[in-house]
T-cell receptor
């Protein structure tokens, strides 16, 4: 089965610019997550979607971050304007069951963002 | 507040030298404790879910165990291909979301 696809793999932008990341989950996975992983740390949840509805966005900095999931499939995460502290790897994951208990999440390879 | 702490931060082993990684957690009500493996430049890969104290799961040279406060990942006779960062995460049963709280990881290097 195809994995979780993310693009771009790398992105370098200047602070105050905007950037968007794209994710295509595994076919049939209704649950989609965006995580932020800062170098040397574990991933931190930004937002969880169930189909095209938001389940949890409590840790999403809504003044600068936004995310959407069109038609319950692909998703985009946007940052506008970017800050230096947004430099991180942005991981998209999907799961077959809503809690990811039995089979866990399947993560993509991530987008490495550098803000200069 | 839910919290996960992993130790050691880094571990170097010789091939065949068995050892354990520790994951200490604080959570209101544990729904599940997860172990993931992460290779450089890749996303984490699911290994195990443990649900209750006393539970054990095995996969090849890896064995995960769970107590009420900790989980251990035992690596028996490791090989160089086991080199990776191992991440522990918990899911809080009081939440209705799939949110995982991750530790910072243990980076394992196995030398031939």
């Amino acid at each position: 089965e195809a994995g979780v696809a993310q693009s771009p793999r790398y992105k370098i932008i200047e602070k105050r610019q905007s950037v968007a990341f794209w994710c295509n989950p595994i076919s049939g996975h209704a649950t989609l997550y965006w995580y932020q992983q800062i170098l040397g740390q574990g991933p931190k949840l930004l937002i969880q979607f169930q189909n095209n509805g938001v389940v949890d966005d409590s840790q999403l900095p809504k003044d600068r971050f936004s995310a959407e999931r069109l038609k319950g499939v692909d998703s985009t995460l946007k940052i506008q304007p970017a800050k230096l502290e947004d430099s991180a790897v942005y991981l998209c994951a999907s799961s077959l069951d809503p809690l990811g208990l039995i089979y866990g999440y399947t993560f993509g390879s991530g987008t490495r963002l550098t803000v200069v | 507040e839910d919290q996960v702490t992993q130790s050691p931060e880094a571990l170097r082993l010789q091939e065949g030298e068995s050892s354990s990684l520790n994951c200490s957690y604080t959570v209101s009500g544990l729904r599940g404790l997860f172990w993931y493996r992460q290779d450089p430049g890749k996303g984490p890969e699911f290994l195990f879910t443990l649900y209750s104290a006393g539970e054990e799961k095995e996969k090849e040279r890896l064995k995960a165990t769970l107590t009420k406060k900790e989980s251990f990942l035992h690596i028996t006779a490791p090989k160089p291909e086991d080199s990776a960062t191992y991440l522990c995460a918990v899911q809080d049963g009081s939440s209705n979301t799939g949110k995982l709280i991750f530790g910072q990881g243990t980076t394992l290097q196995v030398k031939p």
